[in-house]
């Protein structure tokens, strides 16, 4: 079947332009024969579609007024048709009902919550971000105040349980106190397992830690973020509004920028809801906050790890240092958002600042001196025991050296570095005769041996020409009155 422009194309082109048949089907891609039979018609004529009919056609009605009365099921629905008489089957019933079935739409109850009583948390994750020579996923925690609608930010690029309560204590921080309740979702670093009729199972370190600072969890149900909408909008709102569109080169002007947002847009902006700023809700609701508790908490997460080889532990694909003895030894890690801090046997043995990039290798300089000067003493007692054997007069030379010389160790490694040029034999002989003369030095040393080196040349034999003008030399006799007139005077 062809629509009403192809029609059209095929009268132009075989009345107009004067086409033949195949011709015109060729133009327009089309088969002969379906040319053909449309060239024969005057005008456009569309197929009509002949509804077909089935067994259920009489018993429509029927399903309708059941689905109204209650939510039956298509069996259910089957079962009574086949007590009126139906004889089709249950699938054209269970398309039917499909089709007609009145939609569900879910009723919420709207959550009212009174100043200070309660908080809403939760996670957003946006694109990543240049760390170093990788990149990292940009995540924001996102803290609401329920009753004022205060919001508060921050931006990281781990999700990971330090962070998570580094992100509260920041965010009480910032509205200068705690809430009664705090509704979180079912994420790991709060919630450890959710089963439907039964209570939920909370991260111990996540329970801690609001015994510390005072507030109650609530733990959202499954598939429930409604019960958290606040939040949830919130999360949208940093999107949109904040995100959307920005451009920062690094990752640390990204916390900076969202607390002028914050100022600025965020908590003085007219809310949706409430018709008012946020800002002046929370003047109302800060009073009925609960107070800070002056004592800090342990944020830090505890892993354990081994010192390889190199004295370095692993945490998130970097490296890090402890001091050289404790090679092989098993070690405490703690993790925090700053910094990481190596511990045995409850001794710090170090800390390091925390590095989001990966596959550095972090060394504290203090940390492979004991290492290099282990080896170092290693390597003075091989040039010790190797002046040692050169001579047995050694010992006695290198007296001396100590007794005249500042820096008799670097003379010793000199003398030593002779017997490899010279030979074991001539720097013994060299000491021994340096020592008679009590010449401590590795020169005089380097001296002697430098001289009985040299090659004695031997007087070459006297070769005569076969020139006679040069054979037949003459040599005046020698003048000897200087002598003569020396003896009269005497």
Known sequence: MIDYETFCKIRDHHDRQGLTVAQTARALGLHPETVAKWVKLTRYEARVSVPRTSRLDAFKDQVVRLLESHPYSAQQIFQRLQEAGYGGGLTIVKDYVAKVRPARREAFLKLAFAPGECAQVDWGEYGSVNIGSTRRRLSFFV????????LYVQFTVSQTLEHFLACHEQAFAAIQGVPSRLMVDNLKSAVLQRLAGCAPVFNARYLDFSRHWGFDISACAPGRGNEKGRVENAVGYVKKN????LQLSEFSAINPAAQIWLDTVANVRIHGETRRRPIDLFQEEQPRLRPLNPMPYDIGRIETARAGKQFRVTLDTNHYSVPARYVGVRVTLKAYPDRICIYHQDQLIARHTRCYDRHQDIEDPDHP??????????REQRLWLRFLSLSPKAQAYYDGLEQRR??????????????DI????????????????HAFSCEYIANLLEMRSRERHTASPLHLTRRQDLLEIEIEPPDLSPYERDDHES
Do not use: C, P
């Not at 803290?143 to 205060?150: E, G, K």
């Not at 001196?369 to 290693?378: E, F, G, P, T």
């Open 242 to 245: 904040f995100l959307a569109g």
């Open 369 to 378: 001196k004991a290492l290099i000067a282990q080896r170092a003493n290693a």
């Open 422 to 437: 010279y030979g074991t034999e001539a720097v013994a002989r060299a000491i021994e005769d340096a020592l008679v003369f």
């Open 143 to 150: 803290l609401v105040l329920a009753h004022s609608r205060r």
């Open 406 to 419: 500042a820096n008799a160790r670097h003379h010793l490694r000199k003398i030593v570095a002779l017997a």
